[in-house]
């Protein structure tokens, strides 16, 4: 049976490759489906788009390294067969690496874009472009990420759909719970009333990437060092000590809110069987802790 356009976009996740975590082909669509919603031409100026894939990829990928090129390039190749180059002969022979670098996309003018029967069959179905990016958003990043991503990218807020692996409803109230509702890095506890009030339960191995909805894959964080453990700005070792990655600066503010904890150990849960598992926290330091 012949793939959907949305199980062609979905074959991309570059998790189920194994190996390293990979998030440029899924930015650079992601940026080409907002284009397309913008109801901007069909193919886009490289020179547009390397700029914004680069600031994505400064953030999202794991080594904050930046190379727009590759996958504006090699997306081409993908077996799954959305995306074309179009100045690509003229572009040829190639580069060492197999590709075509940086400079010579932008002398060379290059395009990039879905082929027309793709970019027609979107841009009459909005609804699929949503289903899209919804499902590029969920296969390959924490929902910490998304609304982040959907500003930079300029692609307004998307309606979640049925979301392809089920989360367990129960997960945040256990791990809120197993740290007695403060932040296991700075203590954080404040309440709203009865309730707790900017504290979340984060994955330290994302759901995207498989990371399961139990207490050992989970750590009671404040909002802040959430969104900060999930950009790889800190991470955790074997001991359980919070790591700040070497990336990190903070240039002034009364309190620095991450140096000040390096080094000092996560609260540990009320129980030592809830504690996180080595596994998670290796997966986490491998794949999205930015390392000095
Ligand atoms: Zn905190």
Redesign the pocket.
Known sequence: MTPSIAERFASITQFQRGGHRAPHKPLLLLIALARLQRGEPQYGAYSEMAPLLAELLALYNRTGLAHPHHPFWRLQNDSSAIWEVPERERLLPLENGGDVSNARLISGDAHGGFPTEIDAHLRAHPSVVNTIATGLLHDNFPPSYHEDILNMIGMPWVVEEAPRRIRDPKFRGSVLRAYNYS??????DGRLGEKSMGLEAAHIKWHAAGGPDEIENGLS??????KVLDLGGLGIDDELRVVISGDVNVRSGPTD?LHQ?HGQPLAPPQRESFQPALAFIRWHRSEVFKQP
Do not use: D, R, V
Request: charged share 0%; aromatic share 28%.
């Open positions: 932040c296991a890095i700075c203590g954080y964080l404040c909002t802040f060092h959430h809110w904890f």
